[in-house]
């Protein structure tokens, strides 16, 4: 069975950092490109971003670009998001979700629950 | 950025009966679109791929058509189970997009 952990949310204040991380099971990680995506009441799910199966290629949304970067360790099965420069519109629910192919940039199969990022003063 | 619209933004519909779901791209994307299926507290889950293949497990009632810009999702007998938010995902170009979702409740 196929799980999806994130963690490491919270409340932040502006301009400050984060760092999310999602422990994977029941698939052979590496073999998988992973994404992170987010969703707000307002404006829906958005993709954020994403990184192939062996980690040398990433992907990023324009609104996080500069200011977040993904990571993956295949040998602890975890995906991270290092999230700094935050905004308040950066808040919402992050969700890491398994890309259905080995490269990044096609459907998910399998979303985690989701964590919640709370960017305010 | 490709541009999913969703319509209807809620759509009411009486157990047993068919729910029709729509989903347009702002260019096309060839068949690269996918539908999740997503309810309260829980995360989405993939239901449709390649605009018309029935992930793992789904029942058949539930179908996907269409290519290029219009997409249906069809519900053909609406099951208790079935009331939740529905997106559809655009995978063929740019950054990946999603629709702004359409809410099936009961009527």
């Known amino acids: 069975e196929v799980r999806l952990l994130e963690s490491g949310g919270g409340l932040v204040r502006p301009g400050g950092s984060l760092r999310l991380s999602c422990a994977a099971s029941?698939?052979?990680?590496?073999?998988?490109?992973m994404s992170w995506v987010r969703q707000t009441p307002g404006k829906g799910l958005e993709w954020v971003s994403g990184?192939?199966?062996?980690?040398?290629?990433?992907f990023y949304a324009e609104s996080v670009k500069g200011r977040f970067t993904i990571s993956r360790d295949n040998s602890k099965n975890t995906l991270y998001l290092q999230m700094n420069r935050l905004r308040a519109d950066d808040t919402a629910v992050y969700h890491c979700?398994?890309?259905?192919?080995?490269?990044?940039?096609?459907?998910?199969?399998?979303w985690g629950l989701g964590n919640l990022v709370t960017v305010s003063s | 950025e490709v541009v999913m619209t969703q319509s209807p933004a809620t759509l009411s519909v009486s157990p047993g009966e068919r729910g029709t779901l729509s989903c347009k791209a702002s260019q096309s994307v060839s068949s690269h679109l996918a539908w999740y299926q997503q309810k309260p507290g829980q995360a989405p889950r993939l239901l449709i791929y390649g605009a018309s293949s029935r992930a793992t497990g789904i029942p058949a009632r539930f179908s996907g058509s269409g290519s290029g810009t219009d997409f249906t999702l069809t519900i053909s007998s609406l099951q208790s189970e079935d009331f939740a938010v529905y997106y559809c995902q655009q995978y063929n170009n740019g950054p990946l997009t999603f629709g702004g979702g359409t809410r099936v409740e009961i009527k």
């Open positions: 979700a398994k890309d259905s192919a080995r490269i990044s940039g096609s459907y998910f199969d399998y």
């Open positions: 990184i192939s199966g062996s980690g040398g290629a990433t």
């Open positions: 029941g698939f052979t990680f590496n073999s998988y490109a």
